[in-house]
């Protein structure tokens, strides 16, 4: 059996990625670490409790006595954990530098000492970047960060690199678009205005709402991942975007139509500090190895639509008896527009 390592995998892409792996590969033994902070779900991954060739570890990828014997025994690590949203990062970026650096600092360094180890796929973003205004992002272009998030993650992505290029860890590092589809935690735009409209509640859109993101399907996303396990090149990055383009307005209309909501619902709210205004990507180098996005745009947000309105169980917990939800989402929404 193939032993592989999956950090933050109780998360949205971990979880899809943990489901896709174990069906698409009967070799592999899949073991997930992951902290559970509130964007970690259990029950994500509840459905493989019977699964012999699944296990689940509650931990910290920050603590080496949890995660570096994980790390020397595995001969794969994909590698999501990481504090994740913009907004929350710019209320207190504390979190994102323990984990999405020092974390991952962590499991490289055990990376160094784990004999059978043959891919380390550090999980970056196209944020790293920053905003485009124009083009479409490369590989080899600069690195501009805008907000602490993607500062951590740059930083961690490069620290994955500089364990490559000094003692040869055999790391491949991702940088992936704006994702959407199941199980996404509802503060993200897409499942947090499904979720707001199916409530007939306001849709917080920032600024003029014409920020434009690129929409990949997390199951590309995961094929993505596949494909570079087995096929990526040590040292090397790689972008995988979805080539779905649209404003944050447009992604909003879109959503509404589906719910047959008004339009009047949207409530345009105080722009979010430093909001980076276009992202853009390359995916040249990722298509060379045979991949492309297989999810047609108007589809993937159809069928999430109706994920989220036929799992009320999975996201209506969190929203009504989540104390802390709940709180950042007054924090967050009652700044003076
Ligand atoms: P998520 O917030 O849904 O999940 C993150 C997971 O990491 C959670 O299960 C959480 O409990 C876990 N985690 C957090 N801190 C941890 C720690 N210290 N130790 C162990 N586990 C910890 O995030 P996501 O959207 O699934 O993103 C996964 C990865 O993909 C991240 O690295 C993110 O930066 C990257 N990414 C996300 C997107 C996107 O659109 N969502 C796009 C590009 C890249
Ligand atoms: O309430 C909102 N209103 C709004 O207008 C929220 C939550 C977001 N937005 C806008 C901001 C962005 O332009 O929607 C866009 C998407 O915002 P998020 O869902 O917060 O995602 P983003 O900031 O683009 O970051 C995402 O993609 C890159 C993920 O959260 C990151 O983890 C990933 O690295």
């Known amino acids: ?144 960060p805008r907000n602490p998030y993607a500062a951590s993650k740059a930083g961690a992505d490069r620290l994955a690199y500089s364990y490559w290029a000094s003692y040869r860890v055999p790391v491949v590092i991702t940088r992936a678009s704006n994702n959407y589809g199941p199980r996404q935690y509802p503060e993200k735009i897409v499942p947090l205005f499904i979720t707001n409209a199916i409530d007939d509640q306001p849709l917080p859109l920032y600024g003029d709402g014409l920020n434009v993101r690129d929409w990949l399907h997390v199951d590309d996303h995961c094929r993505a991942l596949d494909l570079l396990i087995a096929r990526g090149r040590p040292g090397e990055t790689y972008n995988i975007g979805g080539g779905n383009a649209v404003t944050n307005l447009e992604l909003t209309r879109r959503i509404l139509d589906r719910l047959d909501r008004p339009a009047s619902l949207i409530r345009p709210v105080a722009d979010r500090p430093g909001h980076d205004r276009r992202y853009s990507l390359d995916t040249a180098k990722l298509r060379a190895l045979g991949w492309e996005p297989r999810t047609d745009f108007e589809t993937g947000l159809s069928a999430t639509v109706a994920w ?30």
């Open 1 to 144: 059996m193939v032993e592989v390592l999956v950090t933050g995998g109780a998360g949205f892409i971990g979880s899809n990625f943990v489901h896709h792996a174990l069906d698409a590969h009967p070799d592999w033994r899949v073991t997930t670490l992951d902290k559970l902070t509130y964007a970690g779900r259990r029950e994500n991954l509840q459905d493989l409790d019977a699964n012999s060739r699944h296990r689940f570890v509650h931990g910290d990828i920050a603590d080496p006595a949890v995660a570096a014997p994980l790390v020397r025994a595995a001969e794969i690590v994909v590698h999501f954990a990481a504090e994740t949203h913009v907004d929350r990062s710019l209320l207190s970026a504390g979190e994102f530098i323990r984990t999405d650096v020092h974390g991952t600092f962590v499991l490289l360094d055990a990376a160094r000492e784990a004999p059978r180890l043959r891919c380390f796929v550090q999980i970056s973003t196209d944020e790293v970047y920053g905003s485009v205004p124009e083009g479409a992002s490369r590989e080899t272009d600069e690195l501009r």
């Open 308 to 337: 989220y309105a036929n799992n009320e169980s999975w996201w209506r917990p969190i929203r009504k008896d989540s104390e802390a939800y709940r709180a950042y989402y007054a924090r967050q929404y009652t700044r003076p527009g």
